[in-house]
């Protein structure tokens, strides 16, 4: 069975979907022959070395250099439409696998192509909206993406019902998206909820010697609050910043965020809450290959958004054994049961969070959440569970079709 796997984004992975694509094209069972149709990504304005790390039966397609986090999108949607059908007459795909909300094979739809399409919906325009306005900030304190999805609603909006009209077969990451995407399209068939998983040999609980010596800067950051993701306000930036200065007032803390985005909003937003510099650091992009490093260092991993789905970073986290406190929004809550594997608040709500972070400075629950985290990873939560999942479902997609 020979897949195609077309996304924008891959590996040097700097978001949820390319996360997922190398966590599902690696643990495909032997049987698949896995292609990866993406673009490469500068790093310091030379291409990266994207074939790091990749299993040697995967075959990577590079279609061009990504460059504008927001037209990266349009690039390759074009450049696909353009190679896709060399590429098919050359390998002969049995299935085209998508990702939602990027609609890579938008212009493919539009004209027509024979190999049968799964596509996963990890989010739909819509809820990335209703995300980035739950945020409350002005349009003008936007990150430039999120600028652009509110400029461009109408455009995307119908790009997206044109292409969910011409949806085939439908993996929904979890319960939430699959009932917010009914609401509107319908229900698809076929279709399956799938969750994503993580790795777990690689996602593990790990000493802190080990962890400083791929982030010796964080030496001295005892206790360490942790953020990972895109620096944006759909993420909930501006509620933790309001919730950590009112706990680091209480406690020896410090914040830390790693992930791409423009720093100086939210290093204002900081000062102006009298959060001092020594309190605070700002991590920049992070190599995925180190991130199994980076969650055991924190006391706590915090992600505040606003709307998601269902973030591999919440699964990192928990399967490093490191304590979760996130927003009770999306598929958030099929993931973590409130005060089982970590804490829900309400989303925005700046003085629940705080108090969440305050609960956790209770060791012994620390440590319980840590294992029965840990174990809710491994029994439900794994990449290889996913990918076996998936191929099936790719089973069904060509019996159906036959």
């Keep these: 069975m020979r897949i195609a796997i077309v996304t924008p984004e891959f590996m040097p992975n700097w978001g949820g979907i390319g996360t997922y694509v190398e966590q599902l094209a690696e643990n495909l069972p032997d049987e698949c022959d896995v292609h990866i149709i993406t673009l490469g990504r500068k790093i310091h304005g030379n291409p990266a070395l994207e074939s790091d790390g990749i299993p040697s039966r995967i075959k990577l397609h590079t279609l061009g250099q990504a460059g504008d986090f927001f037209l990266y ?9 353009r190679e896709f059908r060399h590429l098919d007459s050359k390998y002969h795909f049995d299935i085209l696998h998508a990702n939602h909300a990027q609609m890579p094979d938008l212009f493919l739809r539009l004209l027509g192509h024979t190999v049968p399409t799964v596509t996963t919906v990890h989010t739909t325009i819509g809820s990335q909206r209703w995300g980035t306005a739950g945020s409350g900030l002005p349009i003008n304190r936007l990150e430039r993406s999120e600028k652009m999805t509110y400029l461009l609603l109408p455009v995307l909006a119908t790009a997206e019902r044109s292409y969910f009209h011409r949806n085939g077969a439908t993996i929904f990451v979890s319960e939430f998206i699959k009932e917010f995407y009914q609401r509107t399209y319908g229900p698809p068939s076929p279709q399956a909820t799938i969750n994503n998983g993580v790795n777990i040999e690689r996602f593990r609980p790990r000493p802190k010697e080990e962890c400083l010596e791929h982030f010796p800067d964080l030496a001295n950051m005892d206790n360490m609050v942790l953020f990972s993701g895109r620096l944006i306000a759909l993420k909930g930036l501006n509620t933790l910043i309001e919730a950590f200065a009112r706990h680091c007032g209480r406690t020896d803390c410090t914040l830390v965020l790693a992930g791409p985005g423009k ?10 809450l009298g959060v001092p510099s020594s309190r605070y650091h700002f991590l920049g992009p992070v190599p995925y290959p180190k991130m199994p490093f980076l969650y055991p260092l924190a006391r706590t991993f915090v992600l505040p958004s606003f709307s998601e789905s269902f973030p591999m970073t919440i699964l990192e986290a ?9 927003s009770e929004v999306g598929g958030v809550p099929e993931m973590v049961r409130n005060g089982l594997e970590g804490e829900l ?19 012994k629950k620390t440590i319980l959440m840590s294992r029965r985290a840990r174990e809710r990873v491994e029994d439900r939560f794994t990449a290889r569970q996913m990918a076996i999942r998936t191929a099936e479902f790719y089973c069904r997609v060509m019996e159906e079709r036959n």
Excluded at 263 to 272: G, H, I, Q
Aim: charged content about 30%; proline content about 6%.
């Design 73 to 81: 999108n349009s690039q390759f949607q074009v450049a696909l439409l």
């Design 263 to 272: 720093v100086e909003p939210w290093k204002r937003m900081l000062d102006n």
């Design 318 to 326: 928990m399967a490093c054994g490191t304590p979760v406190i996130a």
């Design 345 to 363: 608040f309400r989303p925005g709500d700046a003085l629940d969070l705080s108090n969440r972070l305050e609960r956790l400075r209770d060791e």
